[in-house]
């Protein structure tokens, strides 16, 4: 039977707490908390403080450095014995996470390498837990300390506001060290530069691999891993991100399916994330234009959509609002976009359906599974960071354990979708003037993918070929599209509520001519909460390939993952493949296993 995590103690001792006078605490370790509380003598035990390893991120042992600044009045000839141990944790208050450190101080024996062998026991009991793994009383005594992690960290100094690399020295750096997380930092001096270095580089040596930027670079180095020969295992090394760029899409994906903000303190978030570790997968979608073959994790958006990304690229070192103000003028100085969108619907879509039509806190609640937890428990320390004056790591080489599995494979040491009904009578003409044209075409197909080789099970007929007979076609004049495989497409943009990561379907929301300044006002508003996809003017279907057409190819900009492509690309398509990459998430806030 399993052992109740809940309630049996794997170690339990007195210590007292640094810095502060030497009254004794009991601790109690349990495979899911900490637990302590004062000794008051024969009047029992103040109220327990509880510190859940869910917002634990390292453990580190110290000896006593400097006697004097910690007791004065210790004689000179006495016998320096204490030894501590100290907990780097991140709870949150307010939706916010902040950080406490607490610090164990052992002086239960007269020398001290008998109180640093109890230090080290409780350290290495705790990183074991950290790790995932199921830690017994009796089995403490034959642990070893796990080994450290490594991560391959790319930061692009001109991305956004241009502080990426301040970032990792004064926010992200300090966090990986509590972590006992080793990095090799390469910062991006070209366009492509991460792209090759991943697509050559030996990558065995790294747990993960972390990006500092915006979602740019993300395409960049997933582009390089699929180029690999080795892509399979290539793709299995997690991808963990900080964002550093105006958009930050990927960032407020992981952070909302974490339960924490992507818009307070984004940076400490993500940085925690990454050093609670874990593996979750998510989709990759194939591209294709005439002239280009490409990977993609984000989306596809073309008219309205894209013309507010890039047209605001000059006021890039504003940060998010520039995509506010570009907004602004793009709804002033509305254009028309003549195209043609073909896709295969998915069969069954029902559960994605559901994600539009109940209210939004019922669908996160829903995803979310669990509701956030109450941080009464958590202790109100006087300060947030004891200054540990006085005392030192004892060995930086004993350290965490990664949260990701502890060796990668091999190497690597791990019923159509568009409701017809709702589409005007007049829609089903053919183009005429502003009239749009939609050709139904029965759906009657059933994914096939290769794991090897997309191509033998694709979707996509060649894209100079005129698309399969079963797919539903539907031209005319748009205002805005987004073909979206992620739950947002920036941080101000929440484009598919309750989205998980690997649902291997394509949600495409557009808009067509005549509208409303008004309405589109409204609905670009919506993007915000996902409001949005409760209007009557948004169209939204799930596919699992498509393709769109510009019937005006110098008028409007298509891109992929916010990367322009070339002006005047006439078409692109899309599928799902059955490959996944890999995000670095603990998944609902979990402890990694």
Known sequence: MAPNISVNTIL?????IYPGKCMNYDVFLYQNRIEYCKKTGTNGSDKQVVIDFVDVVGCHCFEERDRVSLNKKRPKNEEINVAFFCLYYYPRYNDVRQRQVVVFRVNKYETFD????????????????????????????????????????????????????????????PLFNEADIDTNLIITERQFHARDFVQTEDLKPYNGIVIISGDGLVYEVLNGLMARNDRQDALKIPIGIVPGGSGNALTACVLSAERDSYRKNAILHSAFTIAKGGSQPMDLVKVQTPTV??????????????????????????????????????????????????????????????????????????????????????????STDPQLIGVRP??????MAPSFPSSLPNQYASDSLCDLAQIKEDETQHVNGTKNSVKDKTNDVTSQFSPDNESDGTLLSPIDQPVPDNWVSVEGEFIGFCAVYTSHISQDAYMWPGRKSDEGVICIQYVMAPLSRKSIAALLLGFDDASHTQSDVLRTVFAEAFRLESLEPDRGILTIDGEALERGTAS???????NKFHIIRPGNGATAS
């Open 572 to 578: 692109i398509q899309a599928e799902v493949i059955q």
């Open 293 to 382: 073959s490409s990977y993609s994790f984000l989306c596809i958006s073309w008219a309205m959509i894209s013309d507010i990304d890039i047209e605001s690229e000059r006021l890039r070192s504003w940060g998010p609002i520039r995509f506010l103000l570009s907004a602004i003028i793009r709804t002033i100085r509305l254009r028309r976009y003549k195209g043609r969108l073909s896709y295969l619907p998915v069969k069954d879509t029902t559960r994605y359906k559901e994600h539009f039509r109940i209210p939004l806190q019922q669908v996160e609640n829903d995803f979310r599974q669990t509701s956030l937890r109450s941080s009464k428990s958590l202790p109100s320390l006087e």
């Open 114 to 173: 008998q109180n640093l062998q109890i230090a080290k026991k409780w350290r290495t009991a705790i990183l074991h837990i950290l790790r995932g793994g199921i830690v017994q009383a009796e089995d403490v005594d034959n642990l070893s300390v796990p080994l450290r992690r490594k991560m391959l960290v790319f930061v692009n100094p001109f991305s956004g506001t241009r502080r990426a690399e301040l970032i990792f020295r004064n926010k992200v750096e």
């Open 394 to 399: 004892l060995n930086k080489s004993i350290s």
């Open 12 to 16: 339990n001792d007195e210590f007292s």
